[in-house]
Nanobody, 128 residues
Framework: QEQPVESGGGTVQVGESLRLSCKTV???????VAWFRQTAGKERQFVVG???????????KTADSVTGRFIVSRDNINDTVNLQMNDLKPEDTAVYYC???????????????????WGQGTQVTVSS
């Protein structure tokens, strides 16, 4: 099964942290993986992403809106891509989606159309 599976969403207070995980296929080291988020009536937006990896080597890309607060990492032993979200704000409230695509480059695509496989999404709510 190549559809990513997200976990870790929930409701937190402003300033708190939350960790999301995306379980990918066993060959995920050959995949670029990204997190997008979407609110009602708006397009899905890129948040963070990682390129394919060789061992612990991989590239990352982070949207300006979350730089300094969100950290993405790969756990190739467990085939997961994790999103650590710190200092959460009400505007971070959204459904977060994990996306993946086979990619032999070191790029981190940041457009929805670049990704082939999508998870079902997980809700993150930040209340003030």
């Amino acid at each position: 099964q190549e559809q990513p599976v997200e976990s870790g969403g929930g409701t937190v207070q402003v300033g708190e942290s939350l960790r999301l995980s995306c379980k990918t296929v066993e060959t995920s080291t050959s995949y670029a993986v990204a997190w997008f988020r979407q609110t009602a009536g708006k397009e899905r937006q890129f948040v963070v992403g990682v390129s394919r990896s060789e061992g612990r080597v991989f590239n990352t890309k982070t949207a300006d809106s979350v730089t300094g607060r969100f950290i993405v990492s790969r756990d190739n032993i467990n085939d997961t891509v994790n999103l650590q979200m710190n200092d959460l704000k009400p505007e971070d409230t959204a459904v977060y989606y994990c996306a993946a695509r086979p990619d032999r480059s070191w790029r981190v695509p940041d457009k929805m159309g670049d990704y082939v496989y999508w998870g079902q999404g997980t809700q993150v709510t930040v209340s003030s």
